[in-house]
């Protein structure tokens, strides 16, 4: 019994970041495989177009909002330079090209120069870092398995990053807000949208909706746990809740 449960599909749940690097597993997987194995995909919170707060971690730090007396985002900034992972959310080239997202030392800085950002911030193995990963997708739209899609929205989301004179990069940058979920920049969550067996999409706004706190909604974990008891209702023959 406890085998074949075992050998069941399941329902796969990943959030933010975590979402590209299922992506490219379920791309790396037979298609036999995933009809065998996996029931649904729920993304949760996915950076599927980059984020424009991988860029300020790169040149200044990032410390998640928490207040600079508490932790300064330039004592987060070496170390952040190391992790290949920031360099791949940045928002890809492919997707945002000629978007600027750096003002410093009276440049522009667009998705196509990363590299020419990283060597005048003095980040000397930034463009080899970055070349390494820029290739790998953080999104694809057909990957052979039913997706359901969970994001906030409306949610103030750092977009754009202007440098005072002379303070480029070792100065908190002044951030210019667009639309998301307070990390991940609302043209990058809606590239869910695209996927091609697409079978639910919930975005929520208003309390509880940004990045790193959606999961303490009630609804959502209500949707995701009714996701994931219909699997396991189709499994055993039983009839399916519609929502």
């Not at 329902?11 to 970041?17: H, I, L």
């Not at 009809?35 to 177009?49: E, R």
């Not at 995701?224 to 023959?237: A, K, P, Q, T």
Request: proline letters at 7%; hydrophobic letters at 40%.
């Amino acid at each position: 019994r406890v085998t074949r449960r075992l050998m069941q599909a399941v329902v796969s749940t990943q959030s933010t970041g975590g979402n590209p690097y299922l992506v490219n597993f379920f791309k790396q997987m037979e298609q036999a495989w995933k009809d065998k194995y996996i029931a649904g995909y729920i993304a949760i919170a996915g950076v599927f177009g980059g984020s424009a707060k991988a860029i300020r971690a790169l040149m200044s730090g990032e410390t998640e909002d928490l207040p600079g007396p508490i932790l300064n985002p330039l004592s987060m900034r070496d170390f952040q330079q190391t992790l290949p992972t920031i360099y791949w959310l940045m928002p890809p080239a492919k997707m945002w090209s000629d978007t600027t997202f750096v003002f410093a030392n009276g440049r522009n800085y667009t998705a196509e120069q990363y590299t020419a950002l990283m060597k005048d911030a003095k980040i000397p193995f930034g463009p080899a870092m970055y070349d390494t990963i820029k290739e790998v997708p953080l999104f694809e739209p057909d990957l052979g398995v039913d997706v359901y899609c969970i994001h906030g929205i409306n949610q103030t989301t750092p977009f754009q990053f202007r440098y005072p004179p002379g303070g480029f990069p070792d100065s908190r940058p002044e951030t210019i807000n667009g639309n998301g979920d307070g990390t991940v920049n609302v043209r990058s969550l809606h590239l869910c949208k695209q996927f091609k067996r697409l079978k639910g999409y919930k975005a929520v706004d208003g309390v509880w909706a940004t990045h790193l706190e959606i999961l303490k909604r009630d609804d959502i974990i209500d949707y995701i746990v009714m996701l994931v008891d219909n699997n396991n209702r189709r499994l055993n023959g039983e009839h399916v809740i519609d929502f």
